[in-house]
């Protein structure tokens, strides 16, 4: 095969897959991963994609800027909702405690929290804390802090310091991105270490990722794949990435 043909091949198993590794790459054209590395080169020379630690993703995979969320809220409604209702099937049956990162998957978990019992929440979102704020079992508890306009979370010292000192049942996290390299990842470094401490704080991880955002990477990793229990995602992840996860034990749930 021509260097040629090779790159074309390795342009469209990444435009298909969201991404590619050198090291499978060097496999399945019985190449070296050095000349697997000079094609990813040329190819991001070109724009066909971009490289990252270890192999190379989709150009839009790694995104420039942060999307409000008023703008984020009108993208893919219907597999938001899905995924919020998902994820309360994980809180305890007798109640319990629980943490609410701030974002618009999140909103919809916490608009459809079971009322059949006595809940302690925690959350940095305003928009999460005015919807949990309606429910009449629920114990709302407010993690203060300078509240970033683009995504109406607090952060800072004063959220990092309250989250330091709890220990919950289930953290519920929302996320910009998701890949087996860069864990779960942010743009905002502030927010990173808020949702870094959400995930520190939680005996159980439920992460809330529509599909758009698995193979994408962001700024700010936050927390490894190992750390994540659940992830609540729609039909659209890859078959063969869901099975990555499971084999890492992450207990993928498609709603």
């Known amino acids: 095969m021509y260097a040629e043909e090779r790159q074309q091949a390795i342009a469209e198993q990444v435009a298909n897959h969201g991404r590619a590794s050198v090291t499978a790459l060097a496999r399945e054209f019985a190449v070296t ?7 990813l080169a040329a190819l991001e ?3 066909a994609l971009r490289r990252v630690h270890g192999g190379a993703v989709t150009v839009d995979a790694v995104r420039p800027s942060e999307l409000g969320v008023a703008e984020r809220a009108d993208a893919r409604p219907d597999e938001k909702m899905r995924i919020g209702a998902a994820a309360c099937r ?8 629980l943490v609410v990162d701030a ?6 978990a916490a608009a459809r929290l079971p009322r059949d019992r006595s809940l302690t929440v925690f959350t940095n979102s305003l928009s999460v804390a005015s919807t949990v704020a309606e429910h009449p079992g629920a114990d709302l508890h407010f993690l203060g802090g300078r509240i970033r306009g683009i995504t109406q979370a607090a952060v800072g010292p004063a959220p990092l310091a309250a989250l330091g000192d709890l220990r919950v049942d289930v953290a519920m996290i929302g996320t910009n991105g998701l890949t087996e390299h860069h864990g779960l990842s942010t743009p905002d470094i502030e927010e990173a270490a808020v949702k870094s401490a ?3 704080a939680a005996q159980r991880v439920v992460v809330l990722a529509d599909s758009t955002k698995i193979g994408r990477e962001d700024l700010r990793s936050f927390a490894d794949i190992a750390a994540v229990d659940v992830l609540i995602t729609d039909d659209g992840i890859d078959p063969a990435f869901s099975a990555r996860l499971s084999a890492l034990g992450v207990e993928v749930v498609i709603a």
């Open 45 to 47: 020379r070109v724009g």
């Open 90 to 97: 994980f809180i305890p049956s007798d109640g319990g405690s």
């Open 198 to 200: 959400m995930v520190a």
């Open 33 to 39: 991963s050095e000349t697997v590395r000079r094609d």
């Open 103 to 108: 974002g618009t998957t999140t909103i919809q």
